[in-house]
Every structure is written in structure tokens, then in C-alpha cells.
């Protein structure tokens, strides 16, 4: 198991932001920023990295075509990377296990864990309007320049 912990330390920093870089079907990176956030999966209880996006977005095409992703979440000069294999959720991505309330619990979640504060009905229904897509990222290596106690 991939330890979560140093990515995990981070997220309260600065709103959970990070970039996630996913591969385009030519194999060259894509990169954006993301609010991630440490949480365990609804359907196996096991610690991911997640974000929500809008269900038409450049990176979630990408990573239906690859799942592999990247993320890298920083704060002043501490950073830490995590590789890994992303699992999608959303409206069209659906998972037995996890229906649409859970999703919307999620999400908020996931911002909650940033220390991020929305007016939730608004936001709930934007990310509905918008298709909100859970990226689940299993990690496969982490990385860090935070030192280990």
C-alpha cells in the first residue's frame, strides 16, 4: 500500500490545490489544476486521492481513453507526487456501488477537506448541471521532498 500520508498534510495548505496531468492519446501530457483531496473509496474503503470535474473536460477524456494520471500537490517549497490509476464516477461514468447521492457527499467532502466553504445547494446543483465526474486515483508511487518524522 502506498502511504498517503505527506499528500494528505498538504491539502489544508492551500485549498487542496494540485496538478493533475493525465496523457493524450498521442502519449504527451496534459496538465491542469485540480482541489484533491485524501479520502477513502465509498465502495472499498481503501485511501485515494479524489477530485470532482465537470463531465466535459479535456482530462476526462483522456483518462477514459488512459487512466494513468499523475497528481502534485504543493505548499511553499514542500511537495509531494502521486502516480497512479484513475477510476471515474459520475453521470457518465456510473458505479454499481456508488450512486448519486453518494457522489454529491463526496464532492463535498473533497472541498470540505481543503478547508474550501461553498454555499452547497448552489454548488450541488452546478455540479449537476455540469455533469460532476469523481476521479478516484489509486496510487501506485508516491513521492516527496517533505521530510519523514
Given amino acids: 500500500m502506498t502511504d498517503l500520508k505527506s499528500f494528505a ?10 496538478v493533475a496531468v493525465t496523457l493524450r492519446a498521442d502519449g504527451t ?5 485540480v482541489t484533491a483531496a485524501v479520502l477513502p473509496h465509498p465502495a472499498t474503503g481503501a485511501d485515494t486521492v479524489v477530485f470532482v470535474s465537470p463531465g466535459a473536460t479535456v482530462k476526462l477524456a483522456n483518462l477514459r481513453a488512459d487512466p494513468t494520471i499523475t497528481l ?3 505548499a511553499g517549497w514542500q511537495w509531494t507526487t502521486v502516480e497512479g490509476t484513475a477510476q471515474l464516477v459520475g453521470p457518465d461514468d456510473p458505479h454499481t456501488g456508488i450512486d448519486a447521492e453518494r457522489q454529491r457527499l463526496v464532492i463535498r ?12 445547494d448552489a454548488y450541488d446543483q452546478a455540479m449537476q448541471d455540469k455533469r460532476g465526474t469523481l476521479v478516484f486515483v489509486t496510487p501506485h508511487r508516491t513521492y516527496t521532498n517533505a521530510a519523514t518524522p
Avoid: N
Avoid at 498534510?9 to 494540485?18: E, H, K, M, Y
Fill in 72 to 74: 502534485t500537490i504543493r
Fill in 109 to 120: 467532502d473533497i472541498f470540505a477537506a481543503a478547508g474550501v466553504t461553498q454555499d452547497w
Fill in 9 to 18: 498534510d498538504l491539502v489544508p495548505v492551500d485549498s487542496g490545490l494540485c
Fill in 29 to 33: 501530457p496534459q496538465a491542469t489544476v
